[in-house]
């Protein structure tokens, strides 16, 4: 396979970038150096180019000017020249989107042989990868890595909204990082923007070997005592990063300056590379914040720095039994979160955004709001104040780390990448499996493999019925190397996604109004507040489910509740600690009968399959004689509970195994069920 990147903005070089050089010279290109570099490596990978804007400017670099860079055997960096030949910040890259199309379209006219996948990045270079898929049909993916309605500006930018929209419509794939920008900021741009979204974690390069001279030649001019614990950050001096809060703090607290020094690298901000009047206002800023008599010796803000620099500041920090911070307004996903983790330094970061998944994930720190000072002082103070603590942040983050890893994310896109090429048409099924993932489908690789050979050749119409997203669903379905459904039914039976006419996932609208006509969200959700719901993330949220936490006695009690309101709303308990409260024409079975209305399969050709409360609704369908049931033999009491045993399959086998007895017991699997896998299963 031959894959090729685009991204037009920054600074873009291998190995080494001069990160913060510019504003647009940032994590973005972090991410496509790591992931390109793992992708070279794949031995089902050929070639592997990323596709930049050349420009002139001696002081960013005479690099930048060469058209064909290689970097490694199979990895190299092409440049498109334009007749602007200047650097160009990313606000000013739309004039020159038209010019750098028609200069990419003729590169791959001209071309030997022509990717077989585009991957942009950002939405200009989604104009570039859509024109080429026009001309040559070569699909397209696309990571936005920041999305402008995320950003809280007083005034938008509709165009650049507007070609995000586009981008994540009419991408063959969205490939994103975070929970958050999967689930919560995709969902800004509309219905059809998260019908092709997929969630993959990408990696993080394991720390290099550092030279403690040179964090210590960096400090020394601005430091009285270095070798004091350090409050490290590091961005792009831009108001969303929030530099200055973290200044604010730091300068307001004696306890902080009594016990650590602050560190903040805010970019290149040495003339003549600044130029930017953001980033010179931010600095500005700083400077004014951390002047003050008092702090002179306790921080530093040095001008400039080398990656090698940076590398040996973050060990330096956990040396110093220090901590990385990061309080940016909204942070899409947070590598230096993943980088401070390397390195055995704990975080305190903001909850806004993909830090706290990877806080979460790792457990090697503390997610706070980014505009609550003494919060953020408390969880510095903290961390620093207790040894046990930071003991156990430092250690959980090495530990945990390796989850994020470039080889994985490139299997895991490698496999996204398969899926854009047009699938087999499903001719007239004669059967329709709905199963939910978790602990149904999943908790056994052996049996998963089984299944998966079954419905190679089953000629079902495979969906599955989870309390998952549609991209949480299709990420474990990934890790359990599971078929991919035709059709996926999620968040507890309130969204549907089928092929459209064109053979593409799209939501099914027509499901989507039906449970708009009798669900007033807003009046729901206030319902809940007074109720005194404990509420789930904000990623459990969604258009037509609000999540909380309680036990199925809770669950009664606020179906009670909202029934003397007259509130209509249906309350959904399962595994004994969650609420989910939905329309009532929605939830597992509805969806069920609406899929199968649509593929035209009778419901006594409709086989369902769970282990858990959320999936009652469908069983019971199945028991009152609407299609056939599959209780796995791993199921949880509260469903055995409520539904008895007659009317539906219980299987001894667990797990995929169950579901594949249960087809075997209704005649759809002969060959399906192996002893030994039964045995393994259980």
């Known amino acids: 396979m031959f894959i090729c990147h685009i991204a037009l903005g920054g600074c873009l070089t291998a190995p080494n970038v001069n990160y913060g050089v510019t504003e647009d010279t940032g994590g973005h290109i972090t991410y496509i150096l790591g992931a390109a570099n793992a992708q070279a490596q794949r031995k089902d990978v050929d070639a592997v180019q990323i596709v930049t804007r050349a420009f002139e400017d001696p002081a960013l670099g005479l690099i930048h000017a060469q058209t064909n860079q290689p970097v490694t055997q199979k990895l190299s960096i092409r440049r498109l020249w334009t007749a602007q030949r200047a650097y160009l910040r990313k606000e000013d890259l739309a004039a020159e989107v038209p010019a750098l199309t028609r200069a990419f379209l003729d590169n791959l006219e001209r071309a030997p042989r022509r990717p077989d996948v585009l991957h942009a990045h950002f939405a200009d270079a989604a104009v570039l990868a859509f024109a080429a898929r026009d ?21 938008p930018d509709e165009p650049r909204i507007e070609a995000e929209r586009r981008a994540l419509c009419e991408a063959d794939a969205v490939v994103l990082s975070s929970r958050d920008e999967a689930e919560c900021q995709t969902a800004a741009y509309g219905r059809g923007a998260q019908a092709r979204v997929h969630r993959v974690s990408p990696g993080v390069a394991l720390p290099r070997l550092t030279d403690p001279t040179a964090a210590r030649a960096l400090l020394e001019p601005h430091l009285a005592n270095p070798e004091r614990p350090m409050l490290f950050a590091v961005a792009r001096p831009v108001a969303r990063k929030n530099l200055t809060t973290l200044a604010e703090v730091y300068a307001r607290s004696r306890k902080l300056q009594e016990r650590a020094n602050l560190v903040i690298l805010a970019g290149q901000h040495g003339d003549p590379l600044q130029a930017n009047a953001e980033a010179r206002a931010e600095v ?98 903290e961390l620093l104040s207790d040894a046990k603590a930071w003991d156990a942040a430092s250690l959980a983050g090495q530990c945990n780390v390796g989850r994020y890893d470039w080889a994985h994310w490139a299997e895991d896109v490698q ?3 398969a899926e854009t090429r047009p699938a087999t048409p499903l001719h007239a099924p004669t ?71 064109q053979g593409r996932l799209a939501l099914d609208n027509d499901f989507a109004l039906r449970l708009d006509a009798g669900w007033d969200r807003a009046a729901v959700e206030r319902a809940l507040h007074r109720f005194g719901l404990t509420w789930q993330p904000k990623v459990e949220q969604r258009q037509w489910k609000l999540s909380g936490y309680g036990t199925a006695w809770d669950a009664a009690r606020l179906q009670r509740y909202l029934g003397k309101r007259s509130i209509a709303a249906r309350v959904v308990p399962s595994h004994g600690r969650f609420i989910d409260v939905l329309p009532r024409a929605a939830g597992k079975a509805q969806a069920i009968k609406a899929v199968a209305r649509r593929m035209q399969i009778p419901l006594s050709q409709v086989v369902v399959a769970g282990d858990s409360g959320n999936d009652l609704d469908m069983l019971q369908a199945a028991q009152a004689g609407h299609g056939r049931g599959i209780v796995v033999g791993n199921a949880m009491d509260e469903l055995r509970r409520a539904l008895g045993p007659q009317g539906v399959y219980m299987s001894d086998a667990h797990h995929a195994a169950g579901v594949l007895e249960g087809l075997s017991a209704f005649g759809y699997a002969p060959d399906a069920m192996d002893p030994a896998v039964q045995v393994a299963a259980q």
């Not at 001309?135 to 005034?155: D, E, M, Q």
């Not at 090698?308 to 911070?325: I, K, T």
């Not at 990061?326 to 330094?345: D, K, Q, R």
């Not at 059709?487 to 092929?499: C, D, K, L, N, R």
Request: aromatic fraction near 8%; glycine fraction near 8%; include cysteine.
């Open 415 to 417: 496999a996204i990448y």
């Open 135 to 155: 001309r040559f049909g070569i699909p397209v993916i696309y990571t936005p890595h920041s999305l402008a309605l995320s950003k809280s500006t007083a005034t």
């Open 431 to 501: 059967l329709m499996l709905a199963s939910d993932i978790d602990n149904t489908l999943t908790g056994c690789a052996a049996s998963a493999e089984r299944f998966g050979a079954w419905h190679k050749g089953s000629g079902a119409l495979f969906a599955v019925a989870s309390g998952r997203t549609l991209s949480e669903a299709r990420r474990v379905l990934r890790q359990w190397k599971l078929p991919t459904p035709q059709v996926f039914i999620t968040s507890v039976g309130t969204e549907i996604y089928a092929p459209d006419a």
């Open 284 to 381: 500005d800023r700083l400077r004014h914040i951390l002047g003050a008599n008092t702090l002179t010796g306790k921080v530093a803000l040095p001008d400039r720095h080398s990656q090698a620099e940076v590398a040996a500041l973050y060990d330096w920090a956990a040396r110093s039994r220090g901590l990385f911070v990061n309080l940016a307004l909204h942070e899409p996903f947070g590598l230096t979160i993943l980088e401070a983790a390397s390195y055995g330094v704990p975080v305190v970061a903001t909850q806004e955004g993909g830090p706290a998944d990877i806080v979460a994930d790792l457990q090697h720190g503390i997610c706070v709001p980014p505009r609550d000072h003494r919060a953020i002082e408390t969880a510095l103070l």
